[in-house]
């Protein structure tokens, strides 16, 4: 084993291909690369969900109906038969040892007619119910015990006796599966690198590498796998610690244009609006001046509710940036954002004569001197003209896709191209000026969570909303409530307002559907989604609402239709707008005073709260009616979403029932969506964030750390954060 040239041998092997590998079939490669599973490694690091506990194993003499037991016995016979009238398969067997025997019944299991023979030795674990037979195991797990197996894994009881580990599966592949193939590879690890120094394993009393794996995989008690779990979330939340420290220090290395804060100009923008602005709002233009009139470039969040003024600051900044001679690029997740970015930033800015265009996969409207471009992802695939601003702010960053906050990224390093009188760029420092760089989310992110996600970010929080804001007032509805419900939305319309009718998200019925889906196959999905629009929209038409106007908005349709059907809505033409959730930001429709969000239950919270403030951003009361499905139960989400004054306050609620993952969809993680687990511990999130910094001190480079090193660099090229 300590043999260097072995060692050599044995590394690669973590990185081979998964379908290189012995007993891994050619028809279970698509399944395991849906989990992200394609080499070793990523199946060894493939960790359970969560783990079930299967009792000692005992005599079937000594089996009790009503009890869950395990039992292992050889099988005198198994046969199966369809019943006459439902047609479900059913597989029966005869078990015996010593003691006894016992009889087990499968339902729509046909292939165990195949799988165990008569004669073989299994064990079975699964609750005992008493039979016209006597008594019967139901539905139980199983596995046959053979010399193969524990040979290969060096136990029997993979699958039916103790702790047994319950992973993320697919369509094509079981945690059984798994659990087979994770057992047979373990002892890959035994050479592998422990990325964390043994001084960090001791201060914080942590297991090491090879020991983690396996009490993870599989684990002798609870608390030995809760222990190996923390080990992995340190270890990943440590690397999102280091990169965020990289990234600081990478930037404070690098040069920006200085923007200087112009207080009379500030001051002559504020007095120009229409509102007055919340002391949240002018501390945060006060630090985004005052970060970009520095020569290092500016890395800001802008964290803000729902309605809390976000695009009064940013076009704040943009003033700031164009009165000092540079260029602007504002970027949205969606067209109909983009849009309403360019209507608002053109009416705030108008007094000030700064050129504003629009670039969407659609349109182009602007020019080489157009000061300020709003637009797309289309911005990104225009990097000659992403490299002349030095100001550059993104709207909901985390709702664009892996690749396009990869290719942000990259944009983002072409920095600002200064130029000599001979058409040369200017070089500091042997490097290109980087743009000051604003990122806005309407996502409220509790504290722990933004110092745990966003450590290379400063943060700006606006905490307060409009004085002329009034809290939405919102309702669970019931179905017999329902009539209500209706009689108030028309008395609304009947009073000049306006209301939102927001169809439920489509769940695919099985999981062969959502898999399809995943694989980019969209189309009937996207179906079922306008088929639901255009069913509610017949319904409230002729049923409900024949006297309204009544319009409806769906993923089909395209950009020139939406546009109309929202300029007749933002016109008042319409009455009521039904739609998916297409509208989830970016519209802005003062006179709109309900939301009515049918299927309530199948959206995430975070979701939830940005559909209620599409309403409220007027000076009348608004509501919001949460419609649950018929047969889906009244959550602890809905009254969370109900009971909460704020968003920031619901994202506290949020972490608390469901955890950050639902606040930031684990999807986008890349790698560290094991960290999420653990920023709900302040005091995990501290002893993480000092460790770091201590190692960092020790060696800037992470020479003195190569295994380290190369983890934390494995891990920046899947990571795409906020």
């Given at each position: 084993?300590?043999n260097?040239?072995?060692?050599?041998?044995r590394?690669p092997?973590?990185?081979?291909p998964?379908?290189?590998?012995?007993?891994?079939?050619?028809?279970?490669?698509?399944?395991?690369?849906?989990?992200?599973i394609?080499?070793?490694?990523?199946?060894?690091f493939?960790?359970?969900?969560?783990?079930e506990?299967?009792?000692?194993?005992?005599p079937?003499?000594?089996?009790?109906?009503?009890?869950s037991?395990?039992?292992?016995?050889?099988i005198?016979r198994?046969?199966?038969?369809?019943?006459?009238?439902?047609?479900?398969?059913?597989t029966?067997?005869?078990i015996a040892?010593?003691s006894?025997?016992?009889?087990?019944?499968?339902?729509?299991?046909r292939?165990?007619e195949q799988?165990l023979?008569?004669?073989?030795?299994v064990?079975?674990s699964g609750k005992v119910?008493?039979?016209?037979?006597?008594?019967?195991?139901q539905?139980?797990?199983?596995?046959k015990v053979?010399?193969?197996?524990r040979?290969?894994?060096?136990?029997?009881?993979?699958h039916t006796?103790?702790l047994?580990?319950?992973?993320p599966e697919?369509?094509g592949?079981?945690?059984?599966?798994l659990?087979?193939l994770?057992r047979?590879?373990?002892?890959?690890?035994?050479?592998?690198?422990?990325p964390?120094?043994?001084e960090?394993l001791a201060?914080h009393?942590?297991?090491?590498?090879t020991s983690?794996?396996?009490?993870?995989?599989t684990?002798?008690?609870?608390?030995?796998?809760l222990?190996?779990e923390?080990r992995?979330?340190?270890?990943?939340?440590?690397l999102?610690?280091?990169h965020?420290?990289?990234?600081?220090?990478r930037?404070?290395?690098?040069?920006a244009?200085?923007?200087?804060?112009?207080?009379?100009?500030v001051?002559?923008?504020?007095?120009?609006?229409p509102?007055?602005?919340?002391?949240?709002?002018?501390?945060a233009?006060w630090?985004?001046?005052?970060?970009?009139a520095?020569?290092?470039?500016?890395?800001r969040?802008?964290e803000?509710?729902v309605?809390?003024?976000k695009?009064v600051v940013a076009?704040?900044?943009a003033?700031?940036?164009?009165?000092a001679g540079?260029?602007v690029?504002?970027?949205?997740?969606?067209?109909?954002?983009a849009?309403q970015?360019?209507a608002t930033?053109t009416s705030?800015?108008?007094?000030?004569h700064a050129?504003i265009?629009?670039?969407?996969?659609?349109?182009?409207?602007?020019?080489?001197?157009t000061d300020i471009?709003?637009?797309?992802?289309?911005l990104?695939?225009?990097?000659?003209?992403f490299?002349?601003?030095n100001?550059?702010?993104?709207?909901?960053?985390?709702?664009?896709g892996?690749?396009?906050r990869a290719?942000?990224?990259?944009?983002k390093?072409?920095?600002?191209?200064?130029n000599?009188?001979s058409?040369?760029?200017?070089?500091?420092n042997?490097?290109f000026?980087?743009p000051?760089?604003l990122?806005?989310?309407a996502?409220p992110?509790?504290?722990?969570?933004a110092?745990?996600?966003y450590?290379?970010?400063?943060?700006?929080?606006l905490?307060e909303?409009?004085?002329n804001r009034k809290?939405?007032?919102?309702?669970i509805?019931s179905?017999?409530k329902?009539r209500?419900?209706y009689?108030f939305?028309?008395?609304?319309?009947?009073?000049?307002?306006q209301a939102f009718?927001?169809?439920?998200?489509?769940?695919?019925?099985n999981?062969?559907?959502r898999?399809k889906?995943?694989?980019g196959?969209?189309?009937?999905?996207?179906a079922?989604?306008?088929?639901?629009?255009?069913d509610?929209y017949?319904?409230?038409?002729?049923e409900i609402?024949?006297?309204l106007?009544i319009?409806m908005l769906?993923g089909?349709?395209?950009?020139k239709e939406?546009?109309a059907?929202?300029?007749k809505?933002?016109s008042?033409?319409?009455?009521?707008l039904?739609?998916?959730?297409?509208?989830?930001?970016?519209v802005?429709?003062?006179?709109a005073?309900?939301?009515?969000i049918?299927?309530?239950?199948r959206?995430?919270?975070a979701?939830?709260?940005q559909?209620?403030?599409?309403?409220g951003r007027?000076?009348?009361?608004?509501y919001?009616?949460l419609?649950?499905?018929?047969?889906?139960?009244?959550?602890?989400r809905?009254h969370?979403?109900?009971?909460?004054?704020?968003?920031?306050?619901?994202?506290?609620?949020?972490l608390?029932?469901?955890?950050?993952?639902d606040?930031?969809?684990?999807?986008?993680w890349?790698?560290?969506?094991l960290?999420?687990r653990?920023?709900?511990?302040?005091k995990?999130v501290?002893?993480v964030?000092?460790?770091?910094v201590?190692?960092?001190k020790?060696?800037?480079?992470?020479?003195?750390?190569?295994?380290l090193a190369?983890?934390?660099?494995?891990?920046e090229k899947t990571l795409h954060l906020?």
């Amino acid at each position: 084993m300590n043999n260097p040239a072995q060692k050599q041998m044995r590394a690669p092997i973590l990185d081979a291909p998964i379908a290189s590998l012995p007993k891994v079939s050619r028809a279970i490669l698509p399944a395991l690369k849906r989990l992200g599973i394609e080499t070793l490694r990523d199946l060894l690091f493939h960790f359970p969900a969560r783990y079930e506990e299967f009792p000692a194993e005992r005599p079937i003499a000594r089996v009790a109906a009503g009890e869950s037991v395990t039992i292992k016995g050889v099988i005198q016979r198994i046969s199966g038969f369809r019943t006459p009238r439902k047609g479900m398969h059913i597989t029966e067997a005869a078990i015996a040892d010593a003691s006894g025997m016992i009889q087990a019944v499968w339902f729509n299991q046909r292939f165990l007619e195949q799988n165990l023979k008569e004669g073989s030795i299994v064990r079975l674990s699964g609750k005992v119910v008493r039979g016209t037979r006597g008594l019967t195991l139901q539905n139980p797990s199983h596995e046959k015990v053979t010399s193969d197996l524990r040979q290969a894994t060096g136990s029997s009881d993979t699958h039916t006796e103790g702790l047994v580990a319950i992973y993320p599966e697919t369509y094509g592949i079981t945690s059984r599966w798994l659990r087979f193939l994770i057992r047979t590879y373990i002892g890959a690890t035994s050479d592998m690198p422990d990325p964390l120094p043994q001084e960090t394993l001791a201060r914080h009393g942590l297991p090491p590498l090879t020991s983690a794996l396996r009490a993870i995989h599989t684990p002798d008690t609870r608390e030995s796998a809760l222990r190996a779990e923390k080990r992995f979330i340190f270890e990943e939340m440590l690397l999102l610690q280091m990169h965020s420290l990289r990234e600081r220090a990478r930037l404070k290395a690098r040069r920006a244009r200085e923007i200087p804060f112009d207080v009379p100009l500030v001051k002559e923008f504020v007095i120009s609006l229409p509102f007055r602005l919340t002391d949240a709002q002018r501390r945060a233009i006060w630090e985004i001046g005052h970060d970009m009139a520095k020569d290092q470039p500016m890395n800001r969040l802008l964290e803000g509710d729902v309605g809390s003024g976000k695009t009064v600051v940013a076009a704040a900044a943009a003033l700031l940036a164009v009165r000092a001679g540079g260029r602007v690029a504002c970027m949205a997740p969606t067209e109909i954002l983009a849009r309403q970015h360019h209507a608002t930033f053109t009416s705030i800015l108008a007094p000030f004569h700064a050129t504003i265009g629009l670039l969407t996969g659609a349109k182009k409207e602007y020019g080489a001197l157009t000061d300020i471009v709003i637009g797309t992802h289309a911005l990104l695939h225009r990097e000659k003209d992403f490299a002349d601003f030095n100001l550059v702010i993104v709207d909901e960053q985390h709702r664009f896709g892996v690749s396009q906050r990869a290719a942000l990224t990259r944009n983002k390093e072409l920095g600002i191209r200064n130029n000599d009188k001979s058409g040369h760029p200017i070089i500091h420092n042997s490097q290109f000026l980087l743009p000051h760089f604003l990122s806005m989310t309407a996502t409220p992110i509790p504290r722990t969570l933004a110092l745990a996600v966003y450590g290379d970010l400063d943060l700006s929080l606006l905490d307060e909303m409009p004085q002329n804001r009034k809290e939405i007032i919102t309702r669970i509805v019931s179905p017999g409530k329902r009539r209500e419900a209706y009689a108030f939305i028309r008395a609304e319309v009947s009073r000049g307002r306006q209301a939102f009718v927001i169809c439920p998200r489509i769940e695919t019925p099985n999981q062969e559907a959502r898999i399809k889906n995943q694989e980019g196959q969209q189309k009937s999905l996207l179906a079922a989604e306008v088929k639901t629009v255009m069913d509610e929209y017949k319904k409230l038409t002729t049923e409900i609402f024949p006297d309204l106007r009544i319009a409806m908005l769906h993923g089909r349709m395209k950009a020139k239709e939406k546009d109309a059907i929202m300029q007749k809505f933002r016109s008042r033409d319409t009455d009521i707008l039904v739609s998916t959730s297409v509208i989830e930001v970016g519209v802005d429709i003062p006179n709109a005073t309900i939301m009515m969000i049918e299927g309530a239950d199948r959206f995430g919270l975070a979701q939830l709260h940005q559909f209620r403030g599409r309403v409220g951003r007027g000076s009348d009361q608004s509501y919001c009616f949460l419609f649950p499905t018929e047969d889906g139960a009244v959550s602890r989400r809905l009254h969370a979403v109900a009971n909460a004054k704020n968003g920031f306050e619901l994202a506290e609620k949020d972490l608390a029932i469901r955890g950050p993952g639902d606040i930031f969809g684990t999807r986008q993680w890349g790698e560290a969506g094991l960290a999420i687990r653990g920023v709900r511990d302040p005091k995990l999130v501290r002893d993480v964030r000092q460790e770091a910094v201590e190692l960092v001190k020790k060696s800037p480079d992470l020479s003195a750390y190569p295994a380290l090193a190369e983890r934390l660099a494995r891990m920046e090229k899947t990571l795409h954060l906020e």
